[in-house]
């Protein structure tokens, strides 16, 4: 087996792990995005776990030391729908990971493909097959029914909803409109180092982020006196009850106090009591502790009949926003989907 091959290149594209937008938190942070490495070794561990998959190889240096590397991609949910699963790599197994290396040189690599190594030859090259993903994905759901209401008469946003891969969608990022940040908030957002990105430590996300600004899979469960919304991307569990008025003022914590109710055709949440300063975004954004929320959910089927569900929700924040953000997400419903287990990880290096 050949020891590390470096092969320093200078990109002209990003690679694979720092450009994939819808990673838990900023690539960009650990990995250089115009450089890319080569490494090879043999396979001790490979964890197909949400946030990211992992896969850690022993690499034999020049001087015949071994070091053990880990190798980061994107969340297992991204890749299930390019056909890996939880046995695509096996312990032992001889890998060349081709992907980006890290600022600091700590032994890490993010994954833009991974050859699988016999007798000195490669015998399959593993990637992240893009269109061949939404082709599967669209495929999956297109078969699917859900009535639009429950049996008394309650809109029916029961179930596993994914990313909606055959809406029509523009440009990275327009979606949602720019964040009216107040001067506090820009100062906030400044201060902001993407490195210590508290996901990228395995810490605890704010409810914005888990459920405003993540297009992973949401999974609703309706119940007489409440909800529950779980989250696949962070392993998020939340129960709301309904009521009619909101939480007193108390302390603050990462998903805060929520009420539930029915508005018509659409399931509203209120939160108060959020914990200040956690980024709401893996670019950031910084909200404080006396940030609120207002989530709206209600079906949108459209004239594909796919089930659909429309999620809207606004963040007021008097003190690092200067207007009301509002965040939008459509996604659609997928029969029988199962969450892939979380198991984050912290990366091998420090926080700066």
């Not at 960009?28 to 896969?55: C, M, Q, R, W, Y």
């Not at 299930?80 to 600091?104: A, M, Y």
């Not at 509203?268 to 009591?273: A, G, I, L, Q």
């Not at 029988?336 to 912290?346: L, P, Q, V, W």
Request: glycine content about 8%; aromatic content about 6%.
């Amino acid at each position: 087996m050949k020891t590390l091959i470096q092969l320093l290149v200078v990109l002209t594209v990003v690679g694979f792990g720092a450009r994939a937008p819808q990673a838990h938190h900023s690539f960009a942070a650990t990995f250089k995005s115009d450089e890319t490495i080569a490494v090879e070794g043999v396979v001790t561990e490979f964890s197909f776990t949400n946030p990211h998959i992992l896969v850690y190889l022993d690499v034999t240096d020049a001087d015949g030391s071994v070091t053990n590397w880990m190798s980061e991609g994107a969340a297992a949910n991204l890749m299930r729908r390019s056909g890996w699963d939880r046995d695509t790599l096996e312990p032992g197994d001889v890998i060349r990971v081709h992907g980006n290396s890290t600022h600091d040189g700590s032994p890490m690599v993010s994954i833009e493909s991974i050859d699988v190594v016999e007798g000195g030859a490669v015998v399959r090259t593993l990637s992240r097959d893009r269109r061949g993903a939404r082709a599967r994905t669209a495929a999956a759901v297109e078969i699917a029914t859900l009535p639009l209401r429950l049996a008394d008469g309650r809109p029916n946003l029961t179930g596993a909803w994914i990313q909606d891969f055959g809406a029509r969608r523009g440009p990275p990022g327009s979606e949602d409109p720019p964040v009216p940040l107040s001067e506090a908030g820009e100062a906030a957002q400044a201060a902001f180092d993407p490195a210590n990105d508290p996901q990228i430590f395995c810490d605890p996300p704010g409810l914005v982020r888990q459920a405003g600004t993540t297009p992973h899979p949401l999974r609703i469960t309706q119940n007489d006196d409440h909800v529950v919304f779980e989250w696949e991307e962070y392993g998020g569990r939340r129960i709301v009850y309904f009521g009619d008025e909101p939480a007193p003022p108390g302390d603050g914590s990462y998903l805060g106090d929520s009420i539930a109710r029915y508005a018509g055709d659409t399931l509203v949440v209120e939160t108060v009591n959020l914990m200040g300063g956690n980024p709401s975004s893996p670019r950031g954004l910084p909200l404080s502790d006396r940030t609120t929320t207002l989530e709206r959910y209600s079906r949108a089927d459209d004239s594909r009949n796919i089930p659909t569900i429309s999620i809207e929700v606004a963040v007021t924040d008097p003190v690092n926003l200067s207007d009301t953000w509002t965040l939008r997400r459509t996604k659609v419903y997928s029969a029988g989907y199962e969450f892939i287990e979380n198991d984050c990880r912290a990366p091998l290096r420090e926080r700066r």
